[in-house]
């Protein structure tokens, strides 16, 4: 059996990874530069920083044993550190929350892995899954033929899944139609002597950032020591959605000193990363979404919304495709 893969974020990553490991030889188009998706790491010019998924929490057991494998494998180690809130909670006592993993020395670390025996063409945008009477075809820019499959896999946001492979049911249309992402606005910010004033980690319940961490208070960075990255909330990304970096980091300082009025007028660096389709609303908490003539869907937005999620929901569409090929 033939198979490709739309996106080589965790989600497609995990189903290549899957299908692999049965004897299978998929083919994952991304058009990223490298795979990895919301899970990959940025070069910049403030060092590689992660600009996306910050950590991994793992409840289901399925994706705890694969963590597990990830630790053992030197790919991740546990982030064992209880981010602040702002405002502090009214309890006394903070919950120390879910553990936290990330990938070493960056995110991407994960991705790069998982993908490390796999035909991954990057660079590759899939401009159309079209299901033709010999197989799915996946075409790219300018209509050259990428491929043509027994079943392709499409395991891209859904807003582009729904641009590029239409779904045929009428059920399957209904669902990916509904379901809804936020953007985020990501912004790093080189902090010298920062520390006497930022908290290491925290998540923030006002104003417009509601994420921020000391990249290199990580394990094992290299680069990112005083620089802090930080997440705008989807109300603030999605009015400042179409304004520039620049732009988009000077707001997000002013608000950061809003909070924190102790720090520099400006920082020594700034930088800023926009994520259209960041986070999904509603996930649909189904698995994976097989639609009729050889395509399914998988990604966060199918299953939870996070790399758990994304990581589980590739896994149950790469399942249900080889169970369907022993029928
Ligand atoms: C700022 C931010 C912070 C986050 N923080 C966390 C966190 O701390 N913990 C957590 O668990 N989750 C977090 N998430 C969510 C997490 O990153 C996602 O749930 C997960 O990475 C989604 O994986 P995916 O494979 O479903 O989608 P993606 O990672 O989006 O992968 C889809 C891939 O499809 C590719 N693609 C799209 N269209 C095409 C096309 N036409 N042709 C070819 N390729 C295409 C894209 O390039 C991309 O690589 C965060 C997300 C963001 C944006």
């Known amino acids: 059996m033939e198979i490709g893969i739309v996106g080589g974020g965790l989600a497609g990553l995990a189903a290549a990874r899957a299908l692999k490991d049965r004897g299978f030889e998929p083919v994952v188009f991304d058009k990223g530069r490298g795979p990895g998706g919301r899970l990959s790491s940025r070069r ?78 990057t660079a590759t945008r899939v401009a159309a899954v079209v299901p033709a009477s010999d197989g799915v075809r996946v075409r790219g820019e300018e209509d050259a033929e990428l491929g043509c499959f027994d079943h392709v896999i499409v395991a891209a946001p859904a807003p582009q899944a729904q641009g590029i492979a239409p779904p045929a049911d009428a059920d399957v249309a209904k669902a990916i139609e509904a379901v809804e992402f936020a953007p985020c606005w990501a912004a790093a910010f080189e902090i010298p002597g920062g520390e006497a004033t930022l908290p290491e980690a925290c998540f923030i319940n006002q104003g417009p950032i509601q994420w921020l961490a000391r990249n290199g208070a990580k394990p094992e960075r290299a680069d990112g020591e005083s620089v802090w990255v930080v997440h705008a909330g989807a109300e603030w990304s999605r009015e400042w959605l179409e304004t520039d970096g620049d732009t988009a980091a000077q707001g997000l300082w002013e608000a950061l000193r809003e909070q924190w009025p102790d720090l520099p007028e400006a920082p020594a660096r700034s930088m800023a990363h926009r994520w259209r389709y960041a986070r999904v609303t509603n996930p649909l908490e189904r698995g994976s979404l097989a639609d009729t003539h050889g395509v399914s869907y998988a990604g966060d937005w199918v299953a939870d919304g996070r790399l758990e999620g994304a990581w589980l929901s590739g896994r149950r569409a790469a399942q249900r495709l080889l169970e369907t090929a022993n029928e």
């Open 44 to 121: 910049t010019d403030l060092g590689a920083l992660d600009l996306g998924a910050q950590y991994a929490t793992a409840h289901n057991p399925e994706f705890r044993a694969t963590v597990f494998g990830w630790l053992r494998d030197d790919v991740a180690r546990r982030w064992s550190m209880t981010p602040s809130v702002r405002p502090p909670p009214r309890k006394r006592f903070q919950r120390r929350g879910p553990a936290r993993f990330v990938g070493i020395p960056r995110m991407s670390a994960i991705a790069r892995h998982l993908a490390n025996d796999l035909d991954v063409r």
